[in-house]
């Protein structure tokens, strides 16, 4: 049975042309799709596009080309009685949570409900959504008492008090810290489970697509360079920008800093090879290091090893010095690409392969 798709961009284009300026191409013939029940990461450097394309979603940005079909309405075709309803199926939530600072949390939360539900309705429904994001003993106090976490949960509350079935998080962690992170996003994944909701997470920070994402799309100047699954795209990614991020994600800059000063790398013969391996699921229960030496007569010294889990799948980083004679080591290595390890001869900063 194939997935429902519930939000498709059709070769959507944004361009911004001001007075006297150079047009400016937002967002570049993106097209994509995002299925029922998706956490959809969409990660990008600032001005990538990201936020515009995902403002195209409730049409709070008009497309200059291209459509955008939400729960199977094209947005662009709807009246202005007809966007009103399909917005309240669209909930949002902000990276400065945009709270009423004169109102209290139940207020702060009941504000999308006023003139739709009845004084008891709203009563009740705040109370359950309070409940549902840890804050039922907050709903007297007012935004300036709560914490940066506190105040983000309030904001996913009141994107929840329509009973949407998409919810939008722009950049809703980029300004908490580590933890506080963390503990957001893992209630985002809680609700998606609980609730069905599909979710659309625009970010910067390829850590938060890590933890929760099923999908991703990576965004550059405008356009959707790369995406996929989130195992294939740490898996086997193909665009530099995407590796960039993974690698940062990883930390792979100062480790490959901290490898370079070991005499191992500094003084590779002529029959070693520096090698990064990545592998995912079943092949991080294959004893293959073992394997290279009794078949091959290759050995490794593992210099960084790192494993991961991604969706429940583990995802396995090595940095290696292999030695042995050189068609002994691509015999080996090719025996690591037919079990799926992905193979990447490393780069040492200022250094030597």
Known sequence: MSAETVITFDDVDVVFKEKKKEAVHAVDHVSLDVNRGDIYGIVGYSGAGKSTLVRLINLLQRPTS???????????SLSA??????????????????????????????????????KAEIKQKV??????????????????????GQKQRVGIARALASDPEVLISDEATSALDPKT???????????????????VLITHQMEAVKQIC??????????VIERGSLLDIFAHPQQPLTKDFIDTTMQLDSTLETIAKQPAVQNLGPNERLIRLTYLGDSTDQPIIATLFAKYQVTANILFADIQSLQDTPFGNLIVVLTGEAANIDTALQFLKDEGVTVTAVQIPGGKK
């Open 66 to 76: 291209g459509s955008v079909t939400v729960l199977g309405d094209d947005m662009a």
């Open 81 to 118: 009685s007809e966007l009103r309803d399909k917005r309240r199926k669209i909930g949002m939530i902000f990276q400065h949570f945009n709270l009423m600072a004169s109102r209290t949390i139940a207020d702060n939360v009941a504000f999308p409900l006023r003139g739709i539900k009845s």
């Open 127 to 148: 109370a359950e959504l309070l409940d549902l994001v840890g804050l039922s003993d907050r709903a007297d106090a007012y935004p300036a008492e709560l914490s940066g």
């Open 181 to 199: 992170t963390v503990s957001i996003l893992n209630l985002l994944k809680e609700l998606n489970t609980k609730l069905g909701l599909t979710i």
């Open 214 to 223: 099923s999908r991703v799309a990576v965004m550059e100047a405008g356009a």
